[in-house]
């Protein structure tokens, strides 16, 4: 990792999951500057993540409670959209809540929401 002409880190790839590949980060002297930013970063990704997710579980909820009371026209792709993306939140949750997990405890909890 370089900043200008700099390197200020070493990064050591040790798997991934594709696009994303996980890595060491081996700093340099140079590295002390930046680490603050790196500290905040998963932290600031999480919180809009969660802020992008509640919107759409919302619109999730709300489509389903129009079209269920038939108190408003909701387009049947939006609807389905909406229901989709509830969905795919619940995976991506179930996914964190793994990689959280201790290791020797991820393949029973994996079976189990299988």
Same mark, same amino acid.
């Given at each position: ?28 002297? *140079?590295?002390? #500057? ?9 932290? !600031? +990704?999480?919180?809009? @993540? $969660?802020?992008? %997710? ?17 108190? *408003?026209?909701? #387009? ?9 993306? !509830? +969905?795919?939140?619940? @995976? $991506?949750?179930? %996914? ?19």
């Amino acid at each position: 990792m370089r900043r200008g002409e700099e390197i200020i880190a070493e990064l050591v790839v040790t798997g991934g999951d594709f696009p994303w590949l996980n890595a060491l980060v081996r700093p340099t002297p *140079g590295f002390e #500057e930046v680490r603050p930013l790196f500290q905040e970063e998963p932290r !600031a +990704l999480e919180r809009m @993540a $969660l802020r992008l %997710r509640a919107s759409l579980y919302s619109w999730a909820q709300v489509s389903a409670w129009l079209s269920a009371a038939r108190l *408003g026209e909701v #387009e049947h792709l939006a609807a389905e959209t909406a229901r989709a993306c !509830a +969905l795919i939140d619940a @995976a $991506l949750t179930v %996914r964190q809540g793994l990689r959280e997990l201790p290791k020797h405890d991820r393949p029973l909890i994996a079976r189990l929401v299988a």
